[in-house]
């Protein structure tokens, strides 16, 4: 069986958020959202220098493990790294990469293993295009955040990256090998069974490693994790200690009475504290490097897995690499999931907070507010009044009131109907506001009643600013001729704050000013007398 087979399988999983056949063309006039970011808009010298290094890469990792093996008897190879390869090229360019997978395929087949150029050629299409099967059906069942941010994403990963593509280059390979390299049908199953366990454990061993590493796919945020000194030393210290620990174990013959095969698995302890304190990136790489070291040791003779108890020795150093693998993998995803899952309800709450807080102010306004004029009505007028006065009180600045009152507005109403009374209320609420300043408290106590809180402005510039507001309002022209005396006439009493008042005593006087403008004849200004209500 030609170890090229296990070449082609691609952890679609583990790669780009969409994995599959891209529909754009080289220079991507459509949107390819799954390609990293250093890959759009490139032009074809990039793609041909990028399928040149994968065929590089391919060829080279192929050679070597396929020299390995060889020289300890076992051929092709019970593992193929060069799958991890081709995994990550069609997660990184899709098809565009596939003629470098087919390369490095191709001369591995034909170099190392021999193959005539017809079998080497037939197992380097399937090994090409295995990937891009398991990378399109990976991007179908990729949840939206990431692979290995969500259990679903892991499953993805597994039935397409895994499976799918090994199940395509196991398949094609071994049919390959039946009609064109003197297969005998008996060692058909055999040698299926084998190839779909060869390039699934290249998936596992090298894919994830490089699709984080390349940036192909998101890695599971870490909070909450320190940044200091001490924290950096206690971390690179249990990475390298784990490593150092797989190198001792699987460099020595271990002791018979050593239950070394059972404890070895004890290392998945270590890379699940390395994913959940350092990073996804940093675990897998780690356990990478650990595959690569019990594969070479358990080949060579070395390690736990060649103690008597063990019936197959590579078949349990694989097995390591898959429980490690899925153990890493899963595990990430939960936590993630969790993580992200509080975040999204602090979040949710965060935000129902917001729309809460600006929905009471909504109703705020809409009940301190006249709905005729768009100025304050009553009760907001009086509370925001009420604090500009406790505001101003012992700062020793003056606090002046203007209330008016249009005069003869029935006839107003009884002459042009509601609706024209409407207006001219409307017309002389927005003359009046551009008259004051931005921080003059302006409302309607009822009716044709308003009242106006000037902060900071003394009895002289109070009375000044009240004729011009007299005289402003005789010039509104509401569209419909006016009764009486043709123009809009208002009555206008005017107080200043004495020591201590309070607004409704000062609101009282001011009433007081403006009825004695009434009764002087209407459209004029009045001062409150100095003898009135006491202050409370």
Not at 393 to 422: E, M, W, Y
């Amino acid at each position: 069986m030609s170890s090229t087979i296990q070449e082609s399988l691609v952890p679609t999983a583990a790669g780009s958020p969409a994995l599959g056949l891209p529909r754009t063309s080289w220079r991507g006039t459509r949107p390819e959202p799954w390609l990293p970011g250093w890959c759009k808009g490139r032009s074809v010298s990039f793609w041909v220098m990028m399928n040149l290094s994968v065929a590089l890469a391919y060829l080279g990792l192929g050679c070597a493990v396929g020299y390995f093996f060889a020289a300890f008897g076992l051929f092709p190879a019970p593992i193929w790294l060069p799958s991890g390869i081709a995994a990550t090229a069609c997660m990184l360019g899709g098809w565009r990469l596939v003629p470098g997978i087919f390369l490095g395929s191709f001369v591995v087949n034909a170099v190392t293993f021999g193959a005539t150029p017809a079998v080497a050629a037939a197992i380097s299409v399937s090994n090409a295009l295995g990937p891009l099967a398991g990378v399109m059906l990976t991007r179908r069942l990729r949840p939206a955040t990431g692979l290995f941010t969500r259990f679903s994403g892991v499953v993805a990963f597994i039935l397409g990256a895994v499976l799918l593509h090994a199940l395509v280059t196991a398949t094609f390979g071994t049919l390959t090998l039946l009609m064109l390299g003197g297969l005998p049908w008996q060692g058909a199953s055999a040698a299926w069974g084998a190839w779909l366990l060869c390039d699934a454990g290249g998936t596992f061993y090298f894919a994830p490693s490089l699709a984080l590493w390349l940036g192909l796919e998101r890695t599971p945020p870490v909070p909450g994790r320190g940044s200091g000194s001490r924290v950096l030393l206690l971390d690179s210290a249990v990475w390298l200690a784990t490593a150092g620990l797989a190198v001792l174990v699987f460099s020595v013959e271990m002791p018979q009475r050593l239950p070394s095969a059972q404890l070895v698995f004890l290392l998945a302890v270590p890379l699940s504290w390395i994913a959940l304190r350092i990073s996804l990136r940093a675990a897998y790489t780690l356990l990478t490097i650990i595959c690569v070291i019990a594969s070479a040791g358990t080949v060579a003779g070395l390690g736990p897995f060649q103690s008597p108890g063990v019936v197959n020795p590579m078949q349990s150093a694989g097995m390591l690499v898959v429980l490690c693998a899925m153990n890493i993998l899963t595990l990430m995803a939960l936590v993630s999931e969790r993580r992200e899952a509080g975040w999204a309800l602090a979040e949710a709450n965060r935000m129902l907070e917001y729309r809460v807080a600006e929905r009471t102010e909504q109703l705020r306004l809409q009940a301190e507010t006249d709905s005729l004029t768009g100025i304050a009505n009553r009760r907001g007028f009086l509370e925001r009044a009420e604090q500009a006065l406790a505001a101003e009180r012992g700062s020793g600045q003056p606090f002046a009131l203007v209330t008016f009152d249009l005069d003869h507005f029935k006839s107003i109403n009884d002459c042009a109907g509601h609706a024209g009374g409407d207006v001219v209320l409307r017309l002389m609420a927005q003359r009046c506001q551009s008259l004051l300043r931005a921080h003059d408290l302006f409302g309607r106590l009822g009716g044709e009643e308003f009242a106006i809180a000037l902060p900071g402005r003394g009895l002289p510039e109070t009375l000044a600013l009240a004729e011009r507001l007299r005289q402003a309002l005789r010039d509104i022209q509401p569209g419909f001729p006016l009764p009486g005396r043709g123009h809009l006439a208002a009555s206008f009493g005017v107080a200043l704050r004495r020591p201590g008042e309070r607004l409704g005593s000062l609101l009282l006087r001011a009433d007081s000013a403006l009825y004695v403008a009434k009764r002087a004849g209407r459209d004029q200004v009045r001062e409150a007398a100095e003898e009135g209500p006491a202050a409370a």
